[in-house]
């Protein structure tokens, strides 16, 4: 009797760190039937040759919790081998939705702020978080484990008080009652923006929270072996913020985001990594969220933030004679000279060389050429010092052209490189926020291209466990190896041309164009046994799971 799905003479890598072998998988339903030699015929093939079979790939923070029901298909992650998805985070999401109008809107206009205009509550069909689940299930093609979103809640509970004050015992226990149904509804755990976190997160419904609700509200995830989930990961080496001493009352897996080195905090990496070691060998399970890129920044003339503070550029950005005080090749050297000292009070406080700023749109046709070139490349080119190819180009383009500076955060690719690999670190995209800023939507692929075969960080077995056994082990997921009997989340890909497209070059914004486009490597995509991408396409097939009883060891 023919299987339902035969992948046939692949490479197994079969994302438990071992080292592959060529073998088929048979798939029977939603299960991995078999893995071997002469397994018999499928009532589908797809043939692997020269390609690796794995698990399918974990995405462990996103803020697709809208995108989901905007692109049901999985896009844009799973265009690039992602099976399973976690919603929720932050203490930001789409449900509940508080009934009264005033706190309903605060909820979309806080939506909006930390994610990004798209946003609309003309498109909730549910109002209750069982009745969101009740909605995407069925409908979409990956799986999504989901967490009980810490904003949403106090705004249902509490109305307009969530933005305004500390709640009181009644409120407290209205919300430990909401979570605790969230969590037998399917919830993977909680999670929170607490006081002092990121700016843009500033005066949300959790920040009014205090750590002993932070705490309560976690340990109801706790009691269903859920896990915790923060951002404002930089206060883990803040004591004076009270969030080390919160993390030690919460007995759940704790994952905080972002984790990455920002401008003028080398140390401040390596010190995170130490923090979380320790706190593993004393029995606090707590890791942070890398995404595995250098954050970028684009610029204009009216906002060029890497000269920002600098007394020369202080002295003339806002002059009328701009133009010929940038011509001026005494006054270039001094600005370098105070950039490279971070001269006066500079806006950013690292500086990594001409080869980080790239013009990224340039307006005059005869320029064109110079697009997508850095300031170093350029200079080569022109026989000139990179900051007088940097200006001459600017001036040369009217001062129109837009560039992107990269190195806003992740600068020090060693040391994100060491983050990366270390066991302290889970992947993620953010996808879902800052559709034209946050393009990482290749995490995964990141890790398995640039990492691995051009900076050697993983071989591809380890490379491969890093994006699917190690999360789905720490996130206590079913999911993640490939084993007769578990479920068939299958990636298929060509180790040699895997890739994640954003960095050769960077899209405008997160549009539904970009979220169509699919990577070099990729011939398949399984989920639950159905084969949702083939050869650069979608299949109109959505067997995502949305519940922890499906997705979780132990339920």
């Not at 071997?36 to 996103?62: C, M, R």
């Not at 180790?495 to 070099?520: F, Y």
Request: glycine share 8%; with cysteine.
């Amino acid at each position: 009797m023919a299987h339902d799905l035969v992948i046939r003479n692949g490479l197994v890598v079969d994302g438990s760190g071992s080292a592959g072998f060529q073998a088929d998988v048979a798939i029977e339903g939603e299960k991995i039937a078999a893995i071997g030699k002469n397994l018999g015929p499928g009532k589908k093939e797809i043939e692997a040759k020269g390609h690796a079979v794995a698990p399918g790939f974990i995405d462990s923070h996103t803020h697709m919790d809208a995108f989901v029901v905007q692109y049901p298909h999985g896009n844009p992650v799973v265009n690039y081998g992602v099976t399973t998805i976690i919603i929720g985070d932050c203490g930001a999401s789409c449900a509940p939705v508080p009934s009264k109008a005033e706190p309903r809107q605060v909820l979309v206009q806080y939506l909006r702020r930390v994610l990004d205009k798209y946003v609309d509550d003309k498109d909730w069909k549910w109002n209750t978080f069982g009745e969101y689940l009740n909605y995407i299930e069925g409908k979409i093609a990956v799986n999504v484990a989901p967490l009980m979103p810490h904003s949403p809640v106090r705004l249902t509970v509490m109305g307009e008080a969530a933005y305004a004050r500390e709640a009181n015992p009644e409120e407290l226990d209205a919300m430990k009652k909401m979570v605790r149904e969230g969590m037998e509804l399917g919830a993977i755990g909680f999670s929170t923006s607490p006081r002092g976190g990121p700016a843009i997160h500033a005066g949300t419904p959790s920040t009014f929270a205090t750590h002993d609700e932070i705490v309560e509200l976690a340990n109801v995830a706790a009691e269903y072996n859920g896990c915790f989930q923060f951002n404002g990961f930089q206060m883990l080496l803040q004591p004076e913020s009270g969030v080390p001493a919160m993390l030690e009352r919460i007995h759940a897996l704790q994952i905080g985001n972002e984790f990455r080195v920002r401008p003028g905090q080398k140390e401040a990496g390596p010190k995170a990594i130490a923090y979380m070691e320790e706190a593993q060998k004393r029995g606090q399970d707590i890791y942070g969220v890398v995404i595995p890129y250098t954050h970028i920044r684009r610029f204009t003339i009216d906002d060029c933030f890497f000269l920002n503070g600098l007394p020369t550029w202080e002295a003339i950005k806002g002059s009328s004679d701009l133009r010929a005080q940038l011509r001026n090749k005494d006054l270039r050297r001094k600005l370098e000279q105070e950039r490279i000292a971070a001269a006066g009070k500079p806006e950013f406080p690292e500086w990594h060389g001409w080869d980080r700023v790239v013009f990224e749109h340039i307006e005059r046709p005869e320029l064109k050429k110079l697009e997508h070139k850095n300031a170093e490349q350029i200079a080569r080119v022109s026989e000139k010092p990179p900051v007088d190819a940097f200006f001459d180009t600017w001036l040369e383009d009217d001062l129109r052209s837009r560039c992107v500076y990269h190195g806003l955060a992740n600068a020090h690719m060693e040391l994100l490189g060491d983050m990366i690999k270390s066991d302290t670190s889970l992947i993620g995209t953010d996808v879902g926020a800052h559709l034209d800023r946050f393009f990482w939507h290749g995490a995964p692929t990141r890790v398995l291209g640039y990492w691995r075969r051009e900076k050697n960080l993983f071989n591809l077995e380890q490379a491969v466990h890093k994006v699917t056994g190690f999360p789905a082990k720490k996130l206590r997921l079913n999911r993640g190896l490939l084993k007769p009997g578990m479920p068939a989340d299958v990636t298929v890909f060509d180790p040699d041309k895997i890739d994640d497209l954003v960095s050769n070059q960077l899209p405008e914004i997160i549009d539904a164009q970009e979220v169509r486009r699919h990577p070099p490597g990729m011939k398949a995509v399984v989920v639950n046994g159905a084969t949702v991408v083939e050869d650069g396409h979608c299949n109109d097939v959505f067997p995502g799971k949305v519940r922890r009883q499906q997705l979780c060891n132990g339920n």
